[in-house]
């Protein structure tokens, strides 16, 4: 039996950033690195242009996972920054569950690495929690396409929703008409074959 269409809202919303730390980021095989770090880069663009409540948490950053990249320090210098002491799952730190239930959002935009532990652990327990799930499944990444696929599968059975970071942006904002150029903008620096596509909107509407 199907479930009902709920969309994301982007006045319900809310994005956690699990655990993109320099580290872990060599350990990812199933996305090439280029593409990975510019959908991760992708989601965070997206989250400040909607204005998106972004969470940001680390996992023992002073051992070999190392340190949250810095690009996410620069887009979101006054999100809440919760750099966990040692525990895999984020949820299992209060002041990170505190950081996500402050927000007071419903729905939960949720990447990191890697994918079977950084962002399963979390997304299973914030849908037993009564939270709505979406995992941006190109923004995080894990070892294989094996390890990949058997998370994905695991959080789907318990009701994560599995998205991309485009399908995102777009289910969020709803209408082309809202914002042209802002939308377009954002793919546009995500997405280079976009650009033609700017490109030709960019003349159509000059001449």
């Known amino acids: 039996m199907s479930k009902p269409y709920v969309k994301l809202d982007k006045e319900n919303a809310a994005v956690l950033m699990v655990d993109h730390q320099a580290g872990l980021m060599s350990l990812v095989r199933d996305i ?9 880069l992708a989601l965070a663009d997206l989250a400040k242009y909607f204005k998106l409540p972004t969470i940001l948490t680390t ?3 002073d051992g070999p996972n190392g340190p949250l990249i810095p690009e996410l320090k620069e887009i979101f210098p006054d999100a809440p920054y919760i750099a966990r002491p040692g525990q895999i799952n984020a949820w299992d730190n209060e002041d990170f569950v505190k950081a996500v239930k402050d927000t007071g959002k419903k729905q939960l935009l949720i990447a990191g690495i890697v994918t079977e532990v950084c962002v399963a652990f979390p997304a299973l327990s914030a849908l037993e929690e009564g939270f709505d799930v979406f995992v941006v499944a190109d923004a995080s990444g894990t ?6 696929d058997a998370a994905w599968n695991r959080m789907t059975a318990a009701g994560a929703q599995m998205m991309t970071w485009f399908g995102v942006a777009c289910e969020l904002h709803r209408d082309w008409r809202n914002d042209v150029e802002g939308l377009g903008s954002l793919l546009n ?12 909107y960019s003349q159509l509407t000059s001449s």
């Open 32 to 40: 090439g690195p280029d593409k990975f770090k510019n959908n991760i």
């Open 59 to 61: 996992s023992f950053e």
């Open 143 to 148: 070892f294989d396409a094996l390890t990949r």
């Open 189 to 200: 620096n995500h997405i280079s074959d976009y650009r033609n596509l700017m490109t030709s």
